[in-house]
């Protein structure tokens, strides 16, 4: 069975310091990765995805994320964080046989500070 | 513009009255789905529909219907709501299920309160 850990719920960072929010995951077949980012009352926005072209993948915002299959990582990061940052952030895995079900992490709240 | 909606936002009910959270979408995608978001256990499916008329259980059916009448429309509903299904819960579509890597798009969610 697939599944997803993320390494701290609560991240804090200054602003202007580097963002890594850290994603493990767990599968028995090559995956497809998400990173999510959820802004306060509001629902989930893709980040970025990773489906076996490239394995640096770069998102909106900034962001990119790096598929290390010897590590089953795929790690979120950002050169410089700004204030707009600060959201929860979930990073996802799905199964290539599957259809379409996502499983997630726990999630990652970020904060970021003057 | 493209979305996602759902109606409520926010939800206060008793335990047994029936409810239902509706979902549309206007992009015409053939899969929707939903899903629930607890604190420490990020999202879990709920159900989810390929196409219309074809539903199937996500990871945590119980306490759950939902129908796919209509392309655009996947309302998720709670015959006898209990307090352990207070919780905020997401509705998502993609164009197609052929690929599990195709984007979800979201709507922006309900939270509910079952007291």
């Known amino acids: 069975a697939q599944s997803v850990t993320q390494l701290g719920s609560h991240v804090s960072v200054s602003e202007g310091a580097l963002v890594l929010l850290r994603c493990n995951y767990s599968?028995?077949?090559?995956?497809?990765l998400f990173w999510y980012v959820q802004y306060p009352n509001q629902g989930l926005q893709l980040l970025l995805k990773?489906?076996?072209?490239?394995?640096l993948v770069k998102g909106i915002n900034g962001f990119e994320a790096e598929f290390k299959k010897s590590e089953t990582s795929f790690h979120l990061t950002k050169p410089s964080a700004h204030m707009s940052d600060a959201a929860e952030y979930f990073c996802?895995?799905?199964?290539?046989?599957?259809?379409?079900?996502?499983?997630f992490g726990a999630g990652t709240r970020l904060a970021v500070h003057p | 513009e493209a979305q996602v909606t759902q109606n409520p936002r926010y939800l206060i009910t008793v335990t047994g009255k029936k409810l239902t959270v509706t979902c549309s979408q206007n992009m015409n995608h053939e899969y929707m789905s939903w899903y629930r978001q607890d604190p420490g256990l990020g999202l879990r499916q709920i159900y989810y529909?390929?196409?219309?008329?074809?539903?199937d259980k996500g990871d945590v059916p119980e306490g759950y219907k939902v129908s796919r009448k209509e392309k655009r429309n996947f309302p998720l509903i709670l015959e006898s709501p209990s307090p352990n299904q207070t919780s905020l819960y997401f509705c998502?579509?993609?164009?197609?299920?052929?690929?599990?890597?195709?984007?979800?798009?979201f709507g922006p969610g309900t939270r509910l309160l079952v007291l």
């Open positions: 990773y489906t076996s072209a490239a394995t």
């Open positions: 599968s028995s077949v090559p995956p497809y």
């Open positions: 998502a579509s993609s164009l197609t299920a052929g690929t599990s890597s195709e984007t979800q798009y």
């Open positions: 996802a895995v799905s199964d290539p046989g599957g259809y379409n079900k996502l499983i």
């Open positions: 529909s390929m196409n219309v008329e074809v539903t």
